[in-house]
């Protein structure tokens, strides 16, 4: 659709909506598996509070930025900054941003869906009934011997990509959100659950006490690179969302405290993650820095031990699979808008040929969990974990930081203004602010650091 032919009004039809949808491509599997296991790895507080501190002073601004840069040029992510470089008089060269967002978008995918497709397999395990009683050791080797299966991962992550391409190709995606008024609310409720379970059975006091008081003497420049990535990944920054949303963003928005309020309910969730996997971490003596599989050992531990434990296992992964599938499609948004709107493909067409390529990345990732765990990169990284360290501590800040340049530097302040008209001139001046002179010397400063600590 070209940017004469859409309709100023916004196609989300209403504010909810919008909220909704970026609500959801927020809250995923980043609140449940990815944040718990990192704060596990990096020692708690320190994590948290550095995390909290870049979502807010970085990730925020970043957003607010991708979102008036797609309600002003009503387009696709990359149609829409060559629209802003022409409006402001400058370089449409600024438009390889959208190259780096389309890329990160899609390798994110490819290693999103293995993890979403674990999800999906435990919705099955739960339903068997293995799980019951079961010690935590147990639980573990569970998990253990399903990553040395490659079938049966291919088998779960194949039906997740299908899952995406056919929401995303079917043009439905935008439908996605009203799906959160249930899938949202319900998980909390769950979360909820765990956590009165474990004021019962975990060890609450120690899990507190990691999360809000803890201070760890590993915690390196590498750790703050990786709460920064995260708090790009959480807030779905930097892969092209916030402009593929802000296209259809309806009129009277007020940009910046719809941003600030996602990312408030979007820790709320990681938080309430943490509380409800933690306590159980320490009850069962189960490894905080375990890594990956983290979230399901200690859940699925959980659930065996609780009364009618199995229902709310059962129902919490099918929640977590339907969360990661919003993620997903959102995830997919800026490559497909990218074939459909400038390559001029069908949308189904689209769908198809992105989800072969993100099978065959997802195919090779998990590969790297059995039969090629020995193959490795940079001497010590599996495919997996290449991928999720280039996209998250490299791909995600540079496209960050060349968009706080361009929104902050680049473009002329009343385009801006206009598009941030609901917000105060105070609000405006502040964001200005962080984008200008916070959020580019920090993530310089952070991504420096870490490279010469990894030298
Ligand atoms: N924010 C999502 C999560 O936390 C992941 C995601 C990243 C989704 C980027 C869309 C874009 O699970």
């Not at 802003?84 to 995918?109: D, Q």
């Amino acid at each position: 659709m070209s940017i004469a032919l859409r309709a100023r009004s916004g196609v989300w039809g209403s504010r909810t909506t919008f909220v909704l949808a970026l609500t959801t491509s927020a809250i995923g599997l980043g609140n449940l598996w990815r944040f718990p296991y990192l704060l596990g790895e990096n020692g708690g507080a320190l994590f948290l509070m550095v995390y909290l501190a870049t979502l807010f002073l970085v990730a925020v601004p970043v957003m607010i930025a991708e979102v008036v840069i797609g309600s002003h040029g009503r387009a696709d992510p990359m149609s829409s900054l060559l629209y802003a470089s022409k409006h402001s008089g400058t370089f449409a060269a600024w438009s390889v941003i959208g190259w780096i967002m389309g890329i990160a978008a899609l390798l994110i995918l490819a290693y999103y869906s293995v993890v979403a497709g674990w999800g999906l397999a435990y919705v099955q395990k739960m339903d068997s009934g293995v799980f019951g009683d079961a010690s935590a050791a147990t639980v573990g080797q569970l998990f253990i011997d399903f990553l040395a299966d490659p079938e049966a991962l291919v088998y779960w992550q194949s039906i997740f990509i299908i899952l995406t391409f056919a929401i995303s190709g079917l043009g439905i995606h935008r439908g996605l959100g009203v799906l959160f008024w249930f899938a949202i609310p319900l998980l909390l409720v769950l979360l909820g659950v765990l956590i009165i379970f474990n004021l019962q059975y975990g060890d609450m006091e120690k899990a507190g006490e990691f999360l809000f008081s803890s201070v760890s003497f590993d915690f390196t420049a590498r750790s703050v690179l990786i709460a920064m990535g995260h708090a790009f990944f959480t807030l779905s920054v930097g892969v092209g969302v916030g402009i593929a949303f802000g296209a259809y963003a309806p009129d009277k928005l007020p940009i910046g405290r719809t941003v600030i309020a996602v990312a408030v309910l979007d820790s709320f969730v990681a938080i309430a993650a943490g509380l409800a996997i933690f306590p159980i971490v320490f009850a069962a003596n189960l490894e905080p820095s375990m890594g990956p599989g983290l979230m399901f050992v200690s859940l699925p531990y959980a659930f065996g031990n609780m009364p009618q434990g199995e229902t709310y296992g059962l129902l919490f992964f099918v929640l977590v699979s339907v969360i990661a599938l919003g993620s997903a499609v959102a995830l997919a948004e800026t490559p497909m808008a990218y074939l459909v709107e400038r390559m001029r493909l069908r949308r189904p067409v689209a769908a198809v040929l992105l989800g072969a390529v993100v099978w065959l990345l997802a195919l090779s990732c998990a590969l790297s969990f059995n039969q090629w765990s020995e193959v490795y990169f940079y001497e010590s990284l599996t495919l997996f974990q290449l991928l999720d360290r280039l996209t998250v501590e490299f791909l995600l800040p540079v496209a960050a930081l060349l968009t706080t340049l361009y929104v902050g530097y680049a473009l002329r302040r009343e385009v801006l203004r206009v598009e941030l008209y609901r917000e105060t001139n105070n609000f405006f001046f502040l964001w200005r602010a962080c984008l200008r002179y916070i959020a580019p010397p920090a993530i310089l400063v952070i991504m420096l650091a870490a490279s010469i600590e990894i030298l």
